[in-house]
C-alpha cells in the first residue's frame, strides 16, 4: 500500500461516548485487508479539511473493520465526530510502532493512562482479553481530570469482573456518587501490587502524567526497560518527513509512538521539546 | 391595440457581467421610457492610473474587468509601446494573439452557455440547463476550461494573469507546454465544431435592424490585437485617429459614457467584427460558417451567439496555427526605456473594440489616461435595438414575455457592466 | 438533508473573484448538486433577500446602496465569507481613500457628478458588518475557494494559510528573483496562496495577495531602498491592490507624498 494515498472508509456505526468524544467503526471501501498491532495509529482525512492522527482502538482480530475513538478537539476532530453513518473519510496507516505484545507475553501488564490516553490502551486491553493465556495478570489504572471524562464507563465494568483483572479509576474532580478514588492516577500505585521482576507496564495520556506514572513505577522495582510509553505529537505527515512530531532525534511517527522509557526520560519534560 | 399602461422594471439583471437595471414604460401602446441604468459604483481607474509608472499599468488596467482582463492588458501595452516606439518581435506578436484567443474562448464559451443559451432554450440559469441539455453544457465548460488553460500557458493564471509585460512576456512557454496545449488544442476542435452547428440551430428570432458595424481590421488575419478602426459605413482610421471621430456622453442615471461614431450608435463585438472581416476567416472555419446556411453579413443582432461561437472556432483554429512551429525565442520581451509622450491602442476584447490612451513624462510615470472599453460603445445601440425589437416582438405581450424579450435583447450584447464604469474624462467644453 | 443554501453577492468590483465559480467548470455542476445556490446574477439566480447558510461577498463598500445591502446579506446569512482583495481590504479601488480623492475624482471622470452617488471611502467589507471568514487575492484562487466552501460544509471553520510567497517559492523550486536578479519583490511581505506565480514566470511579486502574517516591512523597505528604489517606489510597492491593509497601509504611508509624487 502507497503510504501517501488514503484509502476510503465508510463509516458503518457512530455512537457517542461522553459529549465530545465518538467512536467511529469503519470498514475500508476497497475490500483490501488490513492488518494492524495494538499501539499504532491511522491518519484520518477528513476530505478537503485536513488529517489527524488517530489511534486504532478495535482488536486486530476484529476481520474487515476497524474502530477509532475520538476526542473533538479542534477543527478536523470537530468535523470528523460530526458525520453520520455512511459517510466517508480517507485513512491511511496503519503508522508506528506498537506496544511490545510479544516481549509481555507471560509476563503481568499494568496499564496506566491518563485522559483520553486511554485510547491507544483500548486495543492492548482487547488484545490480552481475548488471548488471555499467554499473558497474566492484568491491571488497568485510568486516571481522568473530570469524572465526566471517563468514558467506556460500561467496558471498565465488564473488564473489572474479569478473572485476573484488577481496574483502578481515579478522577482529579469526582461528582457526587463517584465511588472511586480521587487524586492523581500516581496515588493509585500505592495500592498496586506487583510482582516487579515479571511485569510490563504501558502508559499513555499527558507527558506530565507518564513521567511521574515512570518514575512512581521504577520506585516499584520496575525495571526502566520494562516501562514503555505511548507519545502523543503533533503530526502532519506521519512518515518520518516533515518534522511535526519530532522530539530530540527522535521522529514519533515513526519511531514511536511507543517508546521505551530509557529512550525519552532524558527528553520528556525539557524545555523546548 | 390594448390600452394599458405597462410598467416594467428589472431591478437587477441577471446574467450579466456586472450590474445594471432596465427601465421600461409603455403607455397606450408606446414606449414612454426606456432606460437602461449601469449603477455600479465608479473605480475611478483613470485616476489612479495617474502618477503609477508605466510596469504597473497591466496589473491595473486588468482589474478594470475580471472577464476581459487580457483585453485590457492588450490595449494597454499597445498604447505604451506605441509611446516608446518600441517594436514588438514577431514573437511576442504571435503569442499576443495566442494569448488573446484563450480570453476570446473563455468569455465566449462563458457567455454562450451560462449567460445567452438559457434564453433561447427556455431555462433560467445553466444550472437548469444543465440537467436537460448536460452534454451541450459540458462541452461548453470544456471549451471554457481551454480557454482559460491557454491564458495559463503564458501568463500563468486565468484571471488577472501576471504573464505580460510592455515590450512582451515575462517567460516563454517550453516546447513542452506547448506541445501538449497542441494536443490539447486538436482534441477540441471537434467540441468548436459541433458548437458551431448547434448555435446556428438555436431557435433564435428573426430580428433584422439597420446598424453600423465598427471593429478593427488587419491586412492579412481575422482581427485581434491590431489593426485600423473600420465601419460598413466608409470609416477607415488609424488608432491614434478614434477620439477625432467617436465621442461619449455622459447621461444622468448611468455611471457609464454613451459613445458616438459621427453622432450616431454603432455595434462593436462579435457580430461586428464577423459582419466586417468574412473575408479574413482562416479557411476552416469559413467552411464551417458556409455549413450553417445562414448568411453573413448578418444584420440580426440575435446572429450575436453564432458569431461568438464561430470566433470559438476561430480561436481554436488560430492558436493551433500560430503554435504549430514553436520555438522558444531567444529573448521574451524587448528592454523598455521609457520617454515622454503620448501613445494609443486599440484591440479587439470579447466584447468589441477597447480603445486606450496614454500620456507619459520622460520618467515613465502615467500623467494622463483615457479608457474606453466596448461596453459603453454599444449602449446607445444596444438602447435603440431595445425600441426596435420590443416593438417588433409587440407591445401587446404579456409583462413576462415583454421582459424576457428584452433580458435577452440585453444579453445579446453581452454587455459587461464593470468595463462600464471608468470612462474617460469628459470634454469640459461640450457641457 | 437539507442543502445548505448559499448566495454570491457582488458590491464594488471587477468580477473576477466570481470567475472562482464560473471557472471552475464540472465542478461547479457538482458543486450545484451539493448545495442550494439561491442568489447569483451573474448564474442567473437571483433572489436578493434570500437567507442563506454561507454568503460569499465580492467587492467593496463604496456606495450608501451597498451599505446598505451589505447590512441586509449579513442579516440573512449565517456565515459571511469575503472573496478577495476588493471585498477583504478595499481592493484597488481604495487608492482613492489616500488622499480623500472621492470627490475630486469624481469631477474629473463624470460630467454630472451630481448623478454619481458615492461613500467617502472604498473600504473592505468588515469595514461595516462582522465577517466570519476572509479570503485574500486578487483574484482568490479557485482551489481555495472550493476548499472554505468544502470545510464550511462539513461545520469546519476553513484554513487560513499565512505564511509568505517566499515559502511558496522553496515549495515550488522558484528562483528567488531578488536575490538572482535584484527585482522589488514582495514576497517576503506577502501571503501564501497563489502558489508563487510570478517568481515563477521571472517576475517580482505585487503582492495581490495582501499581507502575510508575522512580516517585517521595515525590512522589506530597507531592502527595496538597497535596491535604488526612490521613496515614491517604495510607497507605490505597499500602496498597491492592498493599500487599505492596515500593515501595507502603515508601511507605505511613510514614503508617500500626495499622488505618488517624489519630493
Ligand atoms: C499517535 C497519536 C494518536 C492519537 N490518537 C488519538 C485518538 O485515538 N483519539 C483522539 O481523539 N485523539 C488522538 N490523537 C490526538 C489527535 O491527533 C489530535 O487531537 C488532533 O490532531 C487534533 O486535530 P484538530 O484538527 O481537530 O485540532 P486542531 O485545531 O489542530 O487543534 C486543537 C487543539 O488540539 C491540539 N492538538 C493538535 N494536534 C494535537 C496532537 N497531535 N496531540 C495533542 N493535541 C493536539 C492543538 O494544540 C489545539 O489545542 C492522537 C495523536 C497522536 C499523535
Ligand atoms: S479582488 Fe481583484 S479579482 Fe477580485 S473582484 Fe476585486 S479586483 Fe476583481
Ligand atoms: S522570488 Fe520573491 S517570493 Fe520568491 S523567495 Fe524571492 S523574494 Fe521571496
Ligand atoms: S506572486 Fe504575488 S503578485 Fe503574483 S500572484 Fe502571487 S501574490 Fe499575486
Redesign the interface.
Known amino acids: 500500500m502507497n503510504p501517501y494515498l488514503p484509502r476510503e472508509a465508510q463509516i458503518i456505526k457512530r455512537s457517542e461516548e461522553s459529549p465530545n468524544t465518538v467512536s467511529l467503526l469503519l470498514r475500508l471501501t476497497d475490500g483490501q485487508p488490513y492488518d494492524f498491532a495494538p499501539g499504532q495509529f491511522n491518519m484520518l482525512y477528513?476530505?478537503?479539511?485536513?488529517e489527524v492522527a488517530i489511534s486504532v482502538v478495535s482488536d486486530a482480530e476484529d476481520s474487515g473493520l476497524l474502530m477509532h475513538t475520538i476526542r473533538a478537539l479542534g477543527?478536523?476532530t470537530?468535523?470528523l465526530t460530526?458525520l453520520k453513518p455512511g459517510g466517508r473519510i480517507g485513512l491511511r496507516g496503519p503508522f508506528g510502532r506498537g506496544w511490545p505484545m510479544t516481549e509481555a507475553e507471560g509476563q503481568d501488564v499494568v496499564i496506566v493512562t491518563g485522559g483520553l490516553g486511554c485510547a491507544p490502551s483500548v486495543s492492548v486491553i482487547h488484545h490480552i482479553l481475548s488471548r488471555r493465556e499467554r499473558y497474566g495478570r492484568l491491571s488497568i489504572l485510568q486516571g481522568v481530570k473530570h469524572t465526566d471524562d471517563l468514558i467506556w464507563r460500561a467496558q471498565y465494568d465488564t473488564w473489572s469482573a474479569l478473572p485476573d483483572v484488577e481496574v483502578m479509576l481515579a478522577a482529579d474532580v469526582a461528582e457526587p456518587g463517584w465511588h472511586g478514588h480521587v487524586g492523581l492516577v500516581t496515588t493509585l500505585f500505592d495500592r498496586l501490587h506487583l510482582a516487579a521482576d515479571r511485569t510490563v507496564a504501558m502508559l499513555c495520556g499527558p507527558e506530565v502524567m507518564m513521567r511521574a506514572g515512570a518514575e512512581g513505577l521504577q520506585v516499584l522495582g520496575l525495571n526502566a526497560d520494562s516501562i514503555h510509553l505511548s507519545m502523543e505529537r503533533n503530526m502532519q505527515c506521519a512518515v518520518g518527513h516533515c518534522g511535526h512530531c519530532q522530539i530530540g532525534a527522535h521522529f514519533v511517527c515513526r519511531n514511536g509512538p511507543v517508546f521505551r522509557w530509557p529512550e525519552v526520560r532524558s527528553l520528556l519534560g525539557t524545555r523546548g521539546f | 391595440m390594448t390600452e394599458r399602461r405597462v410598467s416594467i422594471h428589472v431591478p437587477a439583471m441577471t446574467r450579466v457581467e456586472g450590474e445594471g437595471s432596465l427601465r421600461l414604460r409603455i403607455e397606450h401602446g408606446k414606449i414612454e421610457e426606456l432606460a437602461l441604468d449601469i449603477f455600479e459604483p465608479p473605480r475611478y481607474f483613470e485616476k489612479f492610473l495617474e502618477g503609477r509608472r508605466y510596469h504597473e499599468v497591466m496589473d491595473i488596467v486588468a482589474r478594470i474587468c475580471g472577464i476581459c482582463p487580457i483585453a485590457y492588458q492588450m490595449s494597454a501595452a499597445q498604447a505604451l509601446e506605441n509611446a516608446f516606439g518600441i517594436t514588438p518581435t514577431a514573437w511576442v506578436r504571435d503569442m499576443r494573439r495566442v494569448f488573446y484567443c484563450g480570453e476570446w474562448l473563455q468569455s465566449h464559451a462563458l457567455h454562450v452557455h451560462l449567460l445567452a443559451a438559457p434564453d433561447f432554450l427556455g431555462f433560467d440559469s445553466v444550472i437548469g440547463m444543465a440537467e436537460k441539455h448536460p452534454e451541450a453544457v459540458r462541452r461548453g465548460l470544456r471549451l471554457q476550461g481551454l480557454g482559460n488553460e491557454l491564458i495559463r500557458l503564458l501568463g500563468a493564471r486565468s484571471v488577472h494573469p501576471v504573464g505580460a509585460c510592455v515590450g512582451g512576456f515575462f517567460r516563454a512557454p517550453t516546447t513542452e507546454q506547448v506541445a501538449a496545449m497542441r494536443d490539447r488544442l486538436s482534441a477540441a476542435l471537434p467540441d468548436a465544431e459541433a458548437l458551431v452547428a448547434w448555435s446556428a440551430a438555436l431557435p433564435v428570432p428573426d430580428d433584422d435592424q439597420a446598424f453600423v458595424n465598427v471593429s478593427l481590421r488587419h491586412p492579412s488575419d481575422y482581427p485581434f490585437a491590431e489593426g485600423r478602426i473600420v465601419s460598413d459605413n466608409g470609416l477607415d482610421i488609424a488608432i491614434d485617429d478614434y477620439d477625432q471621430h467617436f465621442e461619449e456622453q455622459h447621461r444622468s442615471q448611468s455611471t457609464a459614457l454613451f459613445s458616438a461614431l459621427h453622432g450616431e450608435a454603432y455595434l462593436v463585438g462579435p457580430l461586428a467584427r464577423l459582419n466586417l472581416n468574412l473575408d479574413r476567416l482562416p479557411a476552416a472555419s469559413r467552411e464551417l460558417l458556409a455549413q450553417t446556411g445562414i448568411s453573413f453579413p448578418s444584420s440580426n443582432m440575435f446572429h450575436s451567439l453564432l458569431a461568438r461561437a464561430m470566433e470559438i472556432h476561430i480561436a481554436v483554429v488560430e492558436a493551433m496555427r500560430l503554435l504549430e512551429y514553436y520555438a522558444e525565442p531567444p529573448i521574451a520581451h524587448v528592454e523598455v526605456t521609457p520617454v515622454a509622450g503620448v501613445g494609443c491602442g486599440a484591440t479587439e476584447a470579447p466584447r468589441g473594440l477597447l480603445w486606450q490612451r496614454y500620456e507619459l513624462d520622460d520618467q515613465g510615470i502615467i500623467r494622463d489616461a483615457r479608457i474606453v472599453p466596448p461596453t459603453s460603445q454599444n449602449q446607445a445601440r444596444l438602447e435603440v435595438d431595445l425600441q426596435q425589437s420590443l416593438r417588433a416582438f409587440g407591445l401587446d405581450q404579456a409583462d413576462d414575455a415583454l421582459r424576457l424579450r428584452a433580458e435577452t435583447v440585453i444579453r445579446n450584447y453581452d454587455p459587461c457592466i464593470s468595463c462600464a464604469t471608468h470612462f474617460l474624462k469628459i470634454d469640459v467644453e461640450r457641457r | 438533508m437539507q442543502r445548505p443554501h448559499i448566495a454570491v453577492h457582488k458590491f464594488s468590483s471587477c468580477d473576477g473573484c466570481q470567475l472562482a465559480f464560473l471557472n471552475a467548470g464540472e465542478d461547479l455542476l457538482e458543486l450545484a448538486q451539493l448545495v442550494d445556490i439561491r442568489h447569483f446574477l451573474e448564474a442567473g439566480i437571483a433572489d436578493e433577500y434570500a437567507q442563506v447558510d454561507i454568503a460569499f461577498v465580492e467587492g467593496s463598500i463604496s456606495t450608501s446602496e451597498e451599505l446598505t445591502r451589505i447590512q441586509r446579506v449579513r442579516a440573512n446569512s449565517r456565515f459571511v465569507v469575503t472573496l478577495g482583495a476588493c471585498a477583504t481590504a478595499g481592493g484597488l479601488q481604495a487608492l482613492r481613500n489616500l488622499d480623500d480623492s472621492n470627490e475630486a475624482w469624481k469631477h474629473a471622470v463624470y460630467a454630472q457628478p451630481e448623478f454619481i452617488q458615492t461613500l467617502d471611502q472604498a473600504e473592505p467589507v468588515s469595514a461595516h458588518i462582522e465577517v466570519d471568514f476572509e479570503l485574500w487575492g486578487c483574484p482568490v484562487n479557485g482551489q481555495q475557494v472550493l476548499a472554505a466552501v468544502q470545510q464550511l460544509l462539513f461545520g469546519v471553520t476553513p484554513l487560513d494559510p499565512r505564511d509568505k510567497v517566499c515559502m511558496e517559492c522553496k515549495r515550488q523550486h522558484a528562483v528567488c528573483v531578488m536575490v538572482t536578479e535584484g527585482r522589488p519583490c514582495m514576497g517576503p511581505v506577502t501571503r501564501t496562496g497563489c502558489g508563487a506565480l510570478c517568481p515563477r514566470f521571472g517576475r517580482d511579486c505585487y503582492a495581490c495577495f495582501g499581507p502575510a502574517e508575522n512580516l517585517n516591512t521595515d525590512a522589506m523597505s530597507q531592502r527595496l531602498q538597497g535596491l535604488g528604489l526612490p521613496p515614491s517606489d517604495i510607497a507605490r510597492r505597499f500602496l498597491f491592490i492592498n493599500s487599505h491593509a492596515p500593515a501595507f497601509h502603515a508601511a507605505g504611508r511613510p514614503f508617500y507624498r500626495e499622488g505618488f509624487a517624489d519630493d
Do not use: F, H, S
Not at chain 1, 46 to 50: A, F, Q, S
Open positions: 477528513l476530505y478537503g479539511c485536513g477543527r478536523v470537530r468535523g460530526a
